[in-house]
């Protein structure tokens, strides 16, 4: 039984003498009988994958009260199959097995009595796989029209809160509030589909930015509460995931406000071409993919300059590069390699690329289209269905 808290029935312990003595006889027996474990509930869960195979999936939730960590899953409501993770906690990431292609999970998740409902994710098909790519989440909008296009697998450009001290208080690292309520923004969404979220500026801004560079960083380079919050694959701050029945590799960068480098509003890690990020992606370069879409948070003419334009060199060993980081849809093309923008909130003022081949001010997402042994279709999309660019591009071996 899903156990949900009614806002006439407060927690016991927290209420003070004289609401006591005025609380309805039969509500103060209740407490006094149940006591406060029996408003314990799971409060959210959703799902992501910690490594880069899509075998195994991490379904994550959160609950009111310390308990173990249980999945029970299978293809039928009556599951069959359990993963238990031993230990009391109210955070809880627990890895599954997935033996199936082509087909629907059901799940359910177990805290000592706190129990979810039923949810149901798709298992990675074998014939057409479908990723969705956001950004610039701020707003929390509408997402029926990306609902309906069903993904397999929903990434992310950066920028998914708005930032963690309005909520958390200036200067706490490890507040994971900010990101509990996107969750909760979207429990339909993020419980059918595993999502693999990057960072932007914004997910790790723990003190008010202002004017000027302030005496104390802006932002927790390291991301605490991002990296405490989603399981990813790699060092979570930048990550790689493969689906290889469609040939495909996405990799996650940490590149966002590149300039404020070296300041108090630094908030991504070193990119230049002796840092560990950039030998990194170098190395998942080498590594042959039909496909590879990279990800990060920075404006695409700012980045591909760096390094005396060695960036660009790696980024066209890949297919496309997608950022969030302007209010706006556009697709650049640059030595015939596509450079994508998204945005979620994509009315803002516009800097095209200068290289930019379509431009637009709508509120957009990007639909991944693959077939096996075929091509990739890149469709941007607006939050209302509409169909604004698409591109299709071919495996290497393939052109």
Same mark, same amino acid.
């Given at each position: 039984?899903?156990?949900?808290? =009614? ?29 406060? /474990? ?16 899509? /075998?195994?999936?991490?379904? =994550? ?33 627990? $890895?599954?097995?997935? /033996?199936? #292609? ?7 998740? #177990? ?69 509990? $309520?996107?969750i909760d923004a979207y429990p339909k969404l993020f419980r ?12 790790? $801004? ?9 005496? %104390? ?11 405490? *919050? ?30 404020? *480098? ?14 560990? @990020?950039?030998?990194?992606?170098? $190395?998942?370069? @080498?590594?042959? #993919? ?7 948070? %920075?404006?695409?003419? #700012? ?21 969030? *980081? ?16 998204? /945005? ?31 091509p990739m279709t890149v469709d941007i999309k607006s939050l ?7 591109q299709q591009y071919n495996a290497p071996h393939e052109k």
């Amino acid at each position: 039984m899903f156990i949900v808290r =009614s806002p006439d029935f407060p927690n016991a312990a927290a209420m003070n003498d004289d609401a006591m003595k005025t609380a309805c006889p039969t509500v103060v027996l209740l407490f006094l009988l149940l006591g406060s /474990s029996a408003f314990a509930q799971v409060e959210r869960v959703w799902l992501t994958h910690r490594t880069h195979d899509p /075998s195994k999936l991490v379904v =994550s939730w959160t609950t009111t009260q310390p308990g173990d960590s249980v999945v029970h899953f299978g293809t039928t409501t009556d599951y069959g199959h359990q993963v238990r993770v031993e230990g009391d906690r109210t955070l809880h990431h627990v $890895e599954i097995p997935l /033996s199936e #292609s082509d087909t629907t999970y059901h799940y359910a998740v #177990s805290s000592g009595e706190q129990r979810s409902e039923d949810a149901a994710f798709k298992a990675y098909p074998t014939d057409v796989l479908r990723v969705a790519i956001v950004a610039d989440w701020q707003g929390r909008p509408d997402l029926s029209a990306i609902q309906k296009d069903d993904p397999h697998l929903l990434l992310t450009a950066g920028d998914n809160i708005s930032n963690l001290w309005q909520t958390c208080g200036t200067g706490k690292k490890d507040c994971i509030q900010p990101y509990a $309520e996107l969750i909760d923004a979207y429990p339909k969404l993020f419980r059918s589909a595993p999502f693999m979220p990057v960072l932007g500026n914004h997910d790790r $801004e723990i003190r008010p930015r202002g004017n000027r560079p302030p005496a %104390e960083a802006v932002y927790d380079v390291d991301a605490t509460a991002f990296r405490r *919050f989603f399981e990813l694959p790699d060092d979570e701050w930048k990550w790689h995931f493969e689906v290889p029945n469609f040939g495909v590799r996405f990799v996650a960068l940490d590149l966002n406000h590149i300039s404020d *480098f070296g300041t108090t509003w630094q908030t991504c890690h070193a990119f230049d071409e002796d840092s560990e @990020q950039f030998r990194w992606y170098e $190395e998942r370069m @080498q590594k042959p #993919s039909d496909f590879v879409v990279t990800l990060y948070n %920075e404006r695409n003419a #700012s980045i591909r300059n760096q390094a005396k334009g060695r960036w660009h060199d790696l980024f066209r060993r890949g297919t496309c590069c997608v950022t969030g *980081f302007g209010y706006f849809a556009e697709r650049a093309e640059v030595d015939h390699f596509p450079y994508y923008n998204t /945005s979620l909130n994509g009315r803002g003022d516009q800097y095209p690329d200068p290289q930019s081949k379509f431009l637009a001010g709508e509120d957009t997402y990007i639909l991944l289209t693959l077939q096996r042994r075929g091509p990739m279709t890149v469709d941007i999309k607006s939050l209302k269905h509409q169909l604004l660019d698409r591109q299709q591009y071919n495996a290497p071996h393939e052109k």
